[in-house]
T-cell receptor, first 112, second 118 residues
Framework: AQSVTQLDSHVSVSEGTPVLLRCNYS??????LFWYVQHPNKGLQLLLK??????LVKGINGFEAEFKKSETSFHLTKPSAHMSDAAEYFC??????????FGKGTRLSVIA | GAGVSQSPSNKVTEKGKDVELRCDPI?????LYWYRQRLGQGLEFLIY????????KSGLPSDRFSAERTGESVSTLTIQRTQQEDSAVYLC????????????????FGPGTRLTVL
């Protein structure tokens, strides 16, 4: 069975500094991996997805993630944080015809 | 175009009462999912509908939970004899599901229904 571990429940960065949200996964097969963002009182939005193509995936709003099979990681990064990036971020794994598995989320705070 | 809509946006009920939550998926999306998000937690999968196939109910936490879907449109999640631990945000998502391994398609989420059981 697959699983996802988001290593930080809360990350705080200053505006203009890099963002790193860490995610490790466990999967028996070649997984698909996703990052979703949830802004307060808004629905979930897909940031990016990895589905066995290029290992460096670019998403919306300047975010990107790199699939590293040897490290079973799929960390989310952004070179420069913006105030509007403050939100909850979820790492998600999927393999074949099994339910999507969400991590517990990382709350990103951006300090002016 | 319209996204996924859910109603009501908020529901407060008394312990022991039944509740129905509604989801209107994006038109043409054959796959529909229900998830539950407890406070401070990630999403838990509840149930999955794909076209006319039998639904995947493996995530339903108890027999008090059930869901139906009319064709490839509206879905209703019903919780009978609600308990306080049922308090959560219930999210619905839909996807086009046209490819083999349909779960790889992007899921579009509704705004959720916040259920509070007193």
């Amino acid at each position: 069975a697959q699983s996802v571990t988001q290593l930080d429940s809360h990350v705080s960065v200053s505006e203009g500094t890099p963002v790193l949200l860490r995610c490790n996964y466990s999967s028996s097969y070649s997984p698909s991996l996703f990052w979703y963002v949830q802004h307060p009182n808004k629905g979930l939005q897909l940031l990016l997805k990895y589905t066995s193509a290029a290992t460096l995936v670019k998403g919306i709003n300047g975010f990107e993630a790199e699939f590293k099979k040897s490290e079973t990681s799929f960390h989310l990064t952004k070179p420069s944080a913006h105030m509007s990036d403050a939100a909850e971020y979820f790492c998600v794994v999927s393999e074949g015809n099994t339910p999507l598995v969400f991590g517990k989320g990382t709350r990103l705070s951006v300090i002016a | 175009g319209a996204g996924v809509s859910q109603s009501p946006s908020n529901k407060v009920t008394e312990k022991g009462k039944d509740v129905e939550l509604r989801c209107d998926p994006i038109s043409g999306h054959t796959a529909l999912y229900w998830y539950r998000q407890r406070l401070g937690q990630g999403l838990e999968f509840l149930i999955y509908f794909q076209g006319n196939s039998a639904p995947d109910k493996s995530g339903l936490p108890s027999d008090r939970f059930s869901a139906e879907r009319t064709g490839e449109s509206v879905s209703t999640l019903t919780i009978q004899r609600t308990q306080q631990e049922d308090s959560a945000v219930y999210l619905c998502a839909s996807s086009s599901g046209v490819l083999a391994g349909a779960r790889y398609n992007e899921q579009f989420f509704g705004p959720g229904t916040r259920l509070t059981v007193l």
